[in-house]
């Protein structure tokens, strides 16, 4: 009997270990895939993008701004660009997943010819900013309210407006449920996500459970390597606490952040609202689908609360 019992326990600890390395495993897995800045492989490989372009932005950026830097809480070296306009408006432009400042090139040269002064930042993990993972809009909504600091230092006065696209959206957004000064005015995000487990979910090619199953690996060692678990991002919860007026923009044909996503996002908000639906838009090009809606819009709404 005691046999038995000694064979039956060590089983018992051969399976346990053998489902601790596989879950050890699918988690590390799908952390590089998704979370990991030097991965190679990750879901951004289903936007196209073009080299070329890419750092044609990135040259005319440099040429018309200056970088400035701060320490994060955690000790990181966060890179922005400047371009200073001698405006009362400061708008904080913040780019998408494994973008940089630079990605959001369209936007940035319309807010310039718009006379704002604008402060553009390389999210952590990204572009010339310090960090071995992607925050997903998460710590780096504690970034956004240093950059924010940043900016009243040099003018306490300043009307500020936060712009984000698709991560810089779920980054606003996230800020937005924090406590901000009252100079930070307005909150435009573009085709951001309701959380981090919906988005991921989304471009897990698994059936229901075992996407549910995959997601909690990856969510413990996303806790073990940056510190933060999937579960706790979720804009959505962060915009039901906004005070500060919201603008809601989506793409009605994108397909990478499910447009029913800003119905969800725009309902959950109890601040002031609008929202923007562009006809024919896909993930984050809504700027250049119907520009001048798209920059109407958004004028219309930063006039009304500057």
Known sequence: MKKIAKIITVTMIIIVLFISCISLYVGNYLYDYTLNPYSKHNISEKIETNEEVAQESRQWLSENSV???LKSQDDLNLHAAY???NSHIYMIMVHGYRGDGASIISPIKQMKKAGY???IPDLRGHGFSEGDYIGMGWD???DIIQWIDYLLSKDPHASIILYGVS???ATVMDVAGEKLPHQVKAIIEDCGYTSVWDIFKAHIDMNNIESEVALHMASLVTKIRAGYYLEDVRPIEQVKKSQTPMLFIHGAEDNFV???MVNELYNAATCPKEKLVIQGAGHAN???VNSELYYQ????FIEKYE
Do not use: A, H, Y
Not at 297 to 300: D, G, K, N, S, V
């Open 258 to 260: 499910p447009f029913s």
């Open 83 to 85: 371009i200073d306009q």
């Open 167 to 169: 991560m810089g959206g």
């Open 117 to 119: 002064n604008l402060l």
């Open 286 to 288: 809504s700027c250049s």
């Open 140 to 142: 780096d909504r504690e």
């Open 67 to 69: 970088n400035v830097s």
């Open 297 to 300: 819009t958004i004028f219309r």
